[in-house]
């Protein structure tokens, strides 16, 4: 599986039970970016996206098990320690700011290879930076 994970200046990923930011751009880069593949998540994550992606979203509480090889899942409150070998890449998305944080990204990214970086303007941040990751 292939994760996308949004973080902050420290690997955060909630605080207080909720998402720490998000972006209607970031949304569509990874649209565009699963154009054409299953993209998986929870339904809290689904809440973020239009009611018109529907088509290109798979909805599961258990997505981490249900996603099979080279399908994209969006994680934002799961715990990704139990899958960790089924990795095959993490795009990481980047807000570039500190915020308050509880849950942290918990992947080990020293031992990955970042072999891309895009940077783009967001519509609520001015840099988000996208990082791609491969054993």
């Not at 996308?4 to 909720?18: A, K, L, Q, T, Y």
């Not at 994209?72 to 890449?89: H, L």
């Not at 849950?103 to 891309?116: A, G, I, Q, R, T």
Request: hydrophobic residues 35%.
């Amino acid at each position: 599986m292939i994760l996308i994970v949004c973080v902050d200046d420290h690997n955060g990923m909630m605080f207080n039970h909720r998402r720490q930011s998000q972006d209607r751009v970031l949304r569509a880069d990874i649209l565009e970016l699963t154009d054409g593949k299953k993209l998986w998540m929870n339904a809290y994550s689904r809440k973020q996206f239009a009611e018109s992606d529907a088509e290109k979203i798979r909805v599961d509480e258990t997505f981490l098990d249900a996603a099979g090889d080279g399908e994209f899942c969006f994680v934002e409150n799961a715990d990704v320690s139990g899958c960790a070998e089924r990795i095959e890449e993490i795009y990481l998305y980047r807000w570039n700011r500190d915020y308050p944080v509880e849950v942290y990204f918990p992947v080990d990214l020293s031992v990955w290879k970042c072999v891309e970086t895009k940077e783009f303007a967001g519509s609520s941040h001015e840099k988000i930076t996208r990082e791609r990751y491969t054993r």
